[in-house]
């Protein structure tokens, strides 16, 4: 492993209680993933791959092991702290796009900027740049109900970017889209990726998808099982 | 967009809702701020009473009369600096359904005693003093009939009577007074009350009442006691107290309109803080996965706690601020018509600002329990399963 990983993992176990039952998600996972990948993860449903992005934005803890994020060791930050350093260094893609309804496109990408100390006219040129990379500026002020699923995911895009996070966290993405408009969404992160640098880790079911990614990591009862794709 | 923006929008997502929680608030505010404006100007008289007038009535109660010859008894009484006594003289102008307060007072010693409360001018007192048909208006109702000095108007009782049998007395304006101090009001007259009782068919050389000053509160108690002892086991006892606690008595027989105010209103808050409160968690539980996704992108639970509070302040403060209006021009479109019974009707700024509080407070107290979700509320569990 290298020293200059943007992200480790090392030695991390994870379990969850359910009623009496307590399930183990992983043991003891290692994992190192360099600044600048475009990582695709894989697995059955139920693997632990929500969980894994979870641990990773610093939504959820892990049981034991350390996790270390562009120098930051978060397993033990208090949640205070936690909320601070996730807002500076994580941006998050989701399923369902999860924008707020009573707020247009840019108000949506203007979330995260509400905990900055940028101001009024800063704050609307990183909403206005945000918005252009992902090619919606013409809809600043459209409500995501006037606008096609793929088109939501292109806010949600600009929302996790527009602080100029490292670190892209994307679960299943495209689930939710067509092939065409998934597409749209892959060729943008690929992008992301290459032209802006960000790192990239992408929780999909779609092959098609994980063709996308620099490497697909297989998560299957608690260990990867890595493949190196040729783009 | 800033905070305030994002909670306005989270109020107004459901106009319908939003509107009918601002209706019912709206209408707790409004049934505070008039029941307040009335309690208010109940108890003004109370709050402008000098501390060191006392007040002589009949003990049985304050509606049964004294003989004349007692303001001669009490004014030697050592302590007693002045006294003046004065007669209820039951008075309506033209139609019954007029009610106008009038009294007839010694003119001397009234004006002396009550020189604090009303600016009556020197030509005024003089001219009162020398007409013995003559009489002073305040200024509020002068000016509601349109009276001016000289006028010649006849005033009725629904009490006495002339002994020709005529109900009617008729006087002559002989001055127009203001007011000294804020808190009295100006809408009654003064008669003179030797005209008064030479005129009048029974009840002759008889008082209502006597006020009297002393030379300091300090001795208030020890001059009362000695009236009422000077008295004890005559026809006419007295009961002698200060001007603050004769008005007490006398507001008394109107009911307790402070426990009726606090009754009504408590009644009406507590629903609404149920109504409220109920319907403000059931929003923010609705809104849990947006919850959840703002603490994914970094807000802190406190942060997402000041949301919501804001929220429910935002609501408290449109509905409060929109009922105490409300109230406001209720009292205003009353305060005319009612001045004769409620003098000084107002939403003041005493009120307001007790309306303020009970806003914030009750934006508090709807907010909590939603707030307190959110700020617990763990992101894994919010965005839920898959
Ligand atoms: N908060 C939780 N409480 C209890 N069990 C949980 C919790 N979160 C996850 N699990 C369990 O952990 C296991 C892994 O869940 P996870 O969501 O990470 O799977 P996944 O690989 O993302 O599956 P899918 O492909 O269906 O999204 C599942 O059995 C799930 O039921
Ligand atoms: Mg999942």
Redesign the interface.
């Known amino acids: 492993m290298n020293d200059s990983a943007l992200v480790r993992l090392s030695g991390v176990g994870k379990g969850f209680v359910k009623g009496r039952d307590a399930i183990s998600i992983f043991e003891h996972l290692d994992l190192a993933i360099p600044e600048g990948d475009f990582v695709a993860v894989m697995g059955p449903s139920g693997s632990g791959k929500?969980t894994l992005l979870?641990l990773l934005?610093g939504?959820?803890r892990p049981d034991t092991g350390a996790i270390e994020i562009a120098g930051t060791r978060i397993d033990g930050l208090s949640?205070?702290r936690l909320?601070?350093w996730?807002?500076?260094t994580i941006g998050?893609v989701?399923q369902f796009y999860?924008l707020?309804?009573?707020?247009t496109a840019a108000?949506n990408v203007?979330?995260?900027l509400?905990?900055t100390r940028l101001g009024g006219r800063e704050?609307r040129a990183h909403v206005a740049a945000a918005l252009e990379v992902v090619g919606l500026a013409d809809r600043a002020k459209h409500y995501p109900r006037e606008m096609s699923g793929g088109q939501q995911q292109r806010v949600a895009i600009a929302?996790a970017i527009v602080s100029d996070p490292k670190l892209l966290l994307c679960d299943e993405p495209t689930g939710d889209l067509d092939r065409g408009s998934a597409d749209e969404i892959l060729a943008m992160l690929k992008s992301l990726n290459a032209d802006l640098g960000k790192t990239v880790v992408m929780v999909t079911h779609d092959p098609a998808a994980a063709r996308y990614a620099k490497r697909t990591l297989h998560l299957d009862k608690g260990h990867f099982e890595e493949k190196e794709l040729a783009a | 967009m800033n905070d305030g923006v994002l909670i306005a929008k989270n109020l107004f997502r459901k106009k319908l809702r939003a509107i009918l929680m601002i209706v019912s608030i709206l209408i707790a505010f409004a049934i505070f701020g008039v029941l307040a404006a009335f309690e208010r100007a109940f108890n003004a008289g109370q709050e402008v009473s000098e501390d060191d007038r006392l007040v002589v009535v009949n003990k049985i109660n304050f509606t049964q009369p004294l003989p004349i010859s007692y303001f001669n008894r009490i004014a030697a009484v050592p302590g007693v600096r002045q006294v003046t006594y004065a007669n209820w003289f039951g008075g309506y102008y033209q139609d019954p359904k007029n009610f106008t307060i009038v009294m007839a007072v010694e003119p001397a010693t009234y004006l002396d005693i009550t020189a604090s409360d009303f600016a009556y001018d020197g030509a005024m007192r003089e001219r009162f003093e020398r007409t013995r048909t003559g009489a002073l208006v305040g200024r509020q109702l002068a000016a509601k009939w349109g009276w001016k000095v000289g006028d010649r108007i006849p005033i009725s009782s629904s009490i006495f009577q002339q002994k020709d049998g005529s109900h009617s007395w008729e006087v002559e304006i002989v001055g127009v007074f203001d007011k000294n101090k804020p808190q009295v009001d100006t809408n009654f007259m003064l008669i003179r009350w030797d005209y008064f009782d030479e005129t009048r068919s029974f009840g002759k050389d008889t008082i209502g009442w006597l006020i009297l000053k002393t030379d300091s509160p300090a001795i208030n108690d020890r001059v009362s006691e000695t009236i009422d002892k000077m008295f004890e086991n005559s026809f006419y006892e007295t009961a002698t107290d200060t001007e603050k606690a004769f008005n007490k008595a006398f507001m008394a027989q109107l009911g307790n309109v402070a426990l009726i105010v606090t009754l009504v209103v408590g009644a009406a808050f507590v629903t609404i803080l149920m109504i409220v409160g109920n319907t403000m968690v059931m929003a923010v539980r609705e809104r849990t996965r947006e919850i959840a996704v703002l603490k994914t992108l970094g807000f802190s639970g406190a942060r997402v706690l000041r949301l919501v509070l804001g929220e429910t302040l935002l609501l408290a403060l449109i509905g409060g601020g929109i009922g105490i209006a409300i109230a406001a021009a209720i009292t205003a479109s009353m305060r005319d018509s009612l001045s004769t019974f409620v003098p000084n009707l107002e939403v003041g700024p005493g009120i307001v600002l007790s309306a303020v509080g009970l806003m914030v407070a009750l934006g508090l107290a709807t907010g909590l329990v939603p707030a307190w979700n959110a700020f617990r509320l763990k992101i894994a569990d919010g965005m839920g399963r898959g």
């Open positions: 929500s979870n934005g939504i959820d949640e205070g909320s601070r996730r807002a500076a998050f989701f999860n707020m309804p009573m707020l108000q203007e979330l995260p509400l905990l704050r929302r």
